[in-house]
Nanobody, 117 residues
Framework: QVTLQELGPGLVKPSQTLSLTCAVS??????????WSWIRQPPGKGLEWMGV???????YYSPSLKSRTSISRDTFKNHFSLRLDSVTPEDTAVYFC?????????WGRGTQVTVSA
């Protein structure tokens, strides 16, 4: 069973950096063909894919967020992380991490992050 858990502060001030970590168990983030993503859901809105880091460390980002987004990983801890710079209240959302393999995907339960002064 692949389990993911989002970790990080629930409140971030505008203009600062949102930083979250996803702790993964049940699968190695370096296992071939796995892709590890960040997705968010603002209140009352749909899911928005933010970016991904693949099993070999390649990153891809949503065009609308790529200028502010960075995904990294710590393979020893089996964690991957999200940084979102220069946040505004529009970045308030439930943030999910997820892992995908061929024919499978797993999601964390999400963590609420509020951007507010």
């Amino acid at each position: 069973q692949v389990t993911l858990q989002e970790l990080g502060p629930g409140l971030v001030k505008p203009s600062q950096t949102l930083s979250l970590t996803c702790a993964v168990s049940g699968a190695s983030i370096t296992t071939r063909h796995y892709a590890w993503s960040w997705i968010r859901q603002p209140p009352g809105k749909g899911l928005e894919w933010m970016g991904v880091i693949t099993y070999d460390g390649t990153t891809y980002y949503s065009p609308s967020l790529k200028s502010r987004t960075s995904i990294s990983r710590d393979t020893f801890k089996n964690h991957f992380s999200l940084r979102l710079d220069s946040v505004t209240p529009e970045d308030t959302a439930v943030y999910f991490c997820a892992g995908s393999d061929v024919g499978t995907d797993s999601w964390g339960r999400g963590t609420q992050v509020t951007v507010s002064a």
